[in-house]
């Protein structure tokens, strides 16, 4: 601030020494030279880190027009009427932007011209537009950026052998997962802070690890593995990590970029951003790119107009939905796939590439989702023609295409598609209409993927008229909840796709009457759900323990607006984020609906436990774990008897300070307060009653004689 | 025990004041009559009629027979507390809002607003021993720091003033020269407008709260920051047991930001703190709006609490209360 001040104050002398008013001078039209900093450091170093910055002066906006044809000067003004016609549709061209060279001793234009515009972008498209742009049959355009001739000028001719940098080991990015007290990390965004903790249900406080103001510029997100936090700025996307702070390990440039999203094993980053176009009849411009995580490379860009990425199918659905690009393959992030319209287009990450070069063609496909550990494509095709064609789901295999099975469905209104967390079931919600098409009603198939000829199970609800409010499976379990009935008091049922001996059945496990939920939460170990109440039912929850069918507690975060398990099932987090200004933050609970620890913080936007990798135990080596469960847990009972005492020696202390501090304050007022007792009085006209605090309670007994009647009583 | 509810003002209360003998309180509310009841009962004994505005603050002489009344009517009002007259009007330029009458009542700070082109001001006017020698003269006028100043209070011996208002600044003024002596810290103060102050029995420390949700815990005379009590709410209105060591936050919603949803939303309580270990204790529900005032009888063994809902709510407490451990 200080330094500031002295600027100002230098300033205004020089402006002085000038002659020159200030107030008279608009700061904001002058122009630096770029590239010219007059020694004065910007606050923002990632500017000048930035390379694509956009100077007016830079060539970022120019294109070269080559195959132009050669014309004597007399019909200069027809070709140059042309080109602009042509041009000017796709952004604004400078003022004095075009200009055709004109070879000196014929005369004659040279074959080719500059076009200036106003932005890279439209500089960029028109040179995505045109390129090979027919004129006539021997004037074939041929457009270039006119930076990439100066990049490929410097080529050199001879190849070099690319130099290979010494290894670096770098930071371990695995670090948070060795902690010794087994704990959980989440990132919050508050106001313009994003702050990662760890949570310590121990300590029942949170432990912060690493905070920064303006860390991103909209939202943060991490990797699905936790390896990477992901930030969004301006100039594209990052990501964060390391062993102890968080490290800026690679930049994604993408100008404008809006949503980003990993593959689901962290391999590739999908960057997203769209922009408005120059003619407001066009669609939005719609950028994606697909990046390498680790080497921040371009794996390969899609461009369009948003149209094109808007979702297929008869219901005219417009705009993108987010994410454009859905994973699947298991593993090894080895398929990504987008819906068109009336086509799904599957890439396979080898090549960055359709397979087999084209697009699967399913005529109306309304959805799709992947199986989360099987290349299997699930789809969705509604009815057409007025019912004479009925809707489908159909599971197809990838990379074959081969289709697995197939289901109609009659008199769909929609359908819904759910995977089992471990790819072994997908439940498909059919909403079918009435006879009388007035009203809907809802039914589940129920697929058995890992079974031979995967069959298929019809599951009705006891009362058909039911509105389904949540459906929810119990991640890696055979159990599944739905929410249904209506408003306010909605029923909630589990049921499993086993039943007793035999493993080829759905079965009802229970049904809780008259439920205040309207959302369902399983812990990702599966086994205990909370139902919750969001929104409407202002942030009711009840944590409910599905081996024993019964409720462990039941609970309220007023308002609460979020809810997410942390990824050991251990703790669940409540938020309420700033949709609303009141209540805004969030509270920790055990996974028994114990609250541990509540936080409140103004504007508070975000909450995200660090997502952790999957576990390298053998399923084996698990259930020994389980089996003997006691003997292992023994330690860590042990540890928690002694931070609990610990804690509250620690709290006892604090206490007894806080006590012998006020003490002090206390005594010292006491002492200066006599001290000024004197004054006091003299203040008060000498009153005496200086005993503001010591009342005295006299008795004063007043006797008062009232009648006095002598009677002279006779002797016997 | 059951609060008694002391309906009497027609708009929101503003103020609360006992007397010292702790068996009046005094009442200010927007509608235009400061109401006196008695303490134990909530019987009213009196309105005083005279302002032309809503009454912002009040104070009561140690004697208990006058009062001072500061209203948006321009005015601040002296009277006679027993018969209700009216015994002088202070004019100003713009709205009087903070009253306080020093040690030995011979001398009253009376704050004003901004208003127009005019900034806000700290007056010290002597009080007449004999109401007929009163004038208006200021003794003197500090004027100086932006926005309404929403209370002022007189330090130990008359010495200073200490004036807290909507820059969310504490100041210490020299009540003999008008210099500013101290400033409370932009990081360590409050972050959003102070509402509220109230001196302890002693005047060794006062109670700040501000619509930072938070209240603060000050030394009148180095203005050293001493506890900090946080809340869900913005905080209207402090007030500190004479008795114990509690502290009461009331505050709310803003009544205009009050929204349909739940009452619970607007958390209308008047909560209580551990004044040292700056723990919640508990908090008294009823009110239908956010809580505009409070105060505590010098016995304290009851407290009253004045809502935007314009009840004023006398709560005695239960035996178990005294028994509190935490």
């Known amino acids: ?716 | 025990m059951r609060p008694i509810l002391m309906k009497g003002h027609e708009r929101p209360l503003t103020f609360l004041k006992y007397n010292r003998d702790g068996d009046l309180l005094f009442s200010c509310a927007k509608d235009h009559n400061p109401t006196v009841w008695f303490a134990d009962n909530g019987e009213r004994l009196g309105t005083y009629r005279g302002h032309n505005g809503a009454v912002w603050c009040c104070d009561v002489s140690r004697d208990s027979m006058r009062l001072i009344t500061g209203s948006a009517d321009q005015t601040a009002k002296l009277w006679n507390v027993e018969t209700g007259q009216q015994l002088y009007s202070f004019n100003f330029d713009s709205p009087a809002r903070a009253v306080d009458f020093s040690v030995g009542d011979k001398l009253a700070v009376i704050t004003t607003d901004p208003f127009m082109e005019l900034t806000s001001a700290i007056h010290v006017k002597r009080i007449a021993g004999d109401p007929s020698d009163q004038v208006g003269e200021s003794v003197l006028v500090i004027r100086g720091p932006h926005g309404r100043i929403n209370r002022a209070v007189w330090g130990p011996l008359n010495m200073t003033i200490i004036s807290a208002g909507e820059d969310a600044v504490v100041r210490i003024w020299d009540s003999e020269t008008g210099k500013l002596l101290k400033e409370s810290d932009k990081e360590s103060g409050h972050k959003k407008t102070i509402t509220a102050l109230s001196k302890s029995a002693d005047g060794s420390h006062f109670l700040t709260g501000s619509l930072d949700k938070s209240a603060k815990l000050w030394d009148t005379r180095t203005l050293t920051l001493i506890k900090t009590y946080v809340t869900e709410r913005p905080v209207n209105a402090v007030a500190m047991s004479p008795l114990l060591n509690h502290v009461v936050l009331g505050g709310g919603q803003d009544a205009s930001a009050v929204t349909t949803t739940d009452h619970r939303a607007g958390k209308f309580e008047a909560k209580f703190f551990d004044k040292i270990l700056q723990e919640e204790i508990g908090g008294v529900k009823g009110h239908f709006g956010p809580i505009n005032a409070l105060a505590f009888n010098p016995d304290g063994k009851s407290f009253s609490s004045g809502g935007e809902d314009g009840y004023v709510r006398l709560h005695h407490f239960d035996p178990d209360y005294f028994n509190i451990k935490i």
């Not at chain 1, 990379?399 to 197939?406: A, C, G, M």
């Not at chain 1, 809810?563 to 509270?587: K, L, Q």
């Open chain 1, 1 to 716: 601030m200080a330094d500031v001040m002295m600027m100002t104050d230098s300033i205004d002398a020089k402006a002085a020494q000038l002659g020159i008013d200030l107030s008279s001078v608009d700061f904001d039209s002058i122009r630096l030279p770029p590239g010219d900093d007059f020694g004065i450091k910007s606050d923002d170093e990632d500017i000048y880190q930035e390379e694509n910055l956009e100077f007016d002066s830079g060539f970022g906006n120019t294109i070269v027009v080559d195959n132009l044809p050669v014309v004597p000067r007399e019909k200069f003004e027809k070709l140059e009427g042309v080109i602009r016609k042509i041009y000017s549709q796709i952004g604004v061209i400078k003022e004095d932007g075009l200009w055709m060279p004109v070879d000196s001793d014929t005369g004659k234009s040279l074959g080719y011209c500059f076009i200036e515009y106003n932005t890279p972008q439209e500089a960029e498209l028109a040179k995505e537009k045109t390129h090979g742009y027919k004129l006539d049959r021997s004037h074939i355009f041929a457009v270039n950026m006119f930076d990439d001739f100066d990049r490929f000028m410097k080529v050199p001719d001879e190849w070099a052998p690319p130099e290979t940098k010494p290894y670096t080991p770098g930071e371990n990015l695995q670090q948070w997962l060795i902690d010794a007290k087994a704990r959980d990390q989440f990132v919050i965004r508050a106001g313009s802070d994003t702050e990662v903790l760890w949570n310590d249900g121990r300590q029942l406080k949170p432990d912060p690890v690493y905070k920064r103001a303006f860390w991103t510029e909209s939202y943060v997100q991490w990797s699905p593995l936790g390896t990477y936090l992901a930030t969004v700025h301006r100039q594209g996307a990052a990501v964060w990590g390391g062993a102890t702070t968080f490290n800026r390990l690679m930049r994604y440039a993408h100008p404008q970029v809006k949503l980003i999203d990993f593959s689901p094993r962290e391999k590739y980053l999908v960057t997203y951003s769209s922009h408005e176009p120059s003619n407001p009849r066009d669609a939005n411009r719609v950028v994606i790119n697909v990046f390498d995580v680790r080497t921040g490379k371009v794996m390969r860009d899609f461009k369009g107009s948003a149209d094109d990425f808007a979702i297929g199918g008869t219901g005219g659905v417009t705009g993108v939905s987010w994410p454009v690009f859905r994973w699947g393959g298991g593993k090894d992030d080895k398929y990504f796939a987008r819906i068109g319209k009336n086509i799904i287009s599957v890439y396979e990450t080898e090549t960055f590439s359709l397979i087999d070069k084209k697009s699967l063609k399913v005529e109306n496909v309304m959805d799709f989702c992947w199986s989360p550990t099987d290349p299997i494509l699930a789809l969705f095709v509604p009815e057409l023609g007025g019912g004479n064609q009925p809707a489908r789901v159909s599971l197809v295999q990838i990379p074959s295409k081969e289709e697995l099975r197939q289901k109609n469905l009659f008199s769909v209104s929609d359908c819904k598609m759910y995977w089992q967390s471990n790819g072994d079931y997908l439940a498909v919600k059919v909403d079918r209409y009435t006879k009388t098409k007035k009203s809907t009603y809802t039914g589940f198939e129920l697929f058995r993927i890992k079974e031979r000829d995967i069959p298929i199970e019809v599951l009705e609800l006891e009362n058909k008229n039911d509105k389904i409010i949540a459906f929810a499976w119990e991640p890696k379990g055979h159990r599944f909840a739905v929410i249904h009935g209506d408003n306010p008091k909605p029923d909630v049922s589990f049921y499993s796709m086993r039943s007793g001996q035999n493993t080829g059945r759905v079965s009802k496990l229970t049904t809780l009457k008259g439920k205040q939920a309207n959302a369902l939460f399983w812990s990702p170990t599966g086994r205990f759900i909370i139902l919750a109440g969001l929104k409407g039912f202002n942030g009711q929850l009840e944590f409910y323990n599905v081996d024993e069918l019964e409720t462990m507690a039941t609970a309220e975060h007023f308002m609460a607006t979020d809810i997410e398990w942390d990824p050991t099932g251990r703790y669940v987090a409540t938020a309420v984020t700033s949709v609303h200004e009141m209540e805004n933050g969030f509270n920790i609970w055990s996974f028994n609906g114990k609250l541990l620890y509540r936080i409140l913080k103004d504007h508070f936007f975000q909450f995200l436990w660090r997502p952790r990798p999957p576990s390298f135990l053998t399923p084996e080596k698990e259930e020994e774990i389980a089996k003997n469960l006691k003997k292992y847990s023994k330690k860590y009972e042990a540890e928690d008897q002694d931070v609990s005492l610990l804690l509250s020696e620690q709290d006892r202390e604090k206490r007894r300070m806080l006590k012998e501090e006020w003490e002090k304050w206390v005594n010292q007022w006491r002492q200066l307060h006599e001290d000024e007792k004197l004054e006091r009085q003299k203040l008060r006209d000498g009153e005496a009653s200086d005993e503001e605090e010591e009342y005295e309670a006299k008795e004063i007994e007043v006797e008062e004689l009232l009648d006095v009647s002598e009677e002279v009583l006779s002797f016997d």
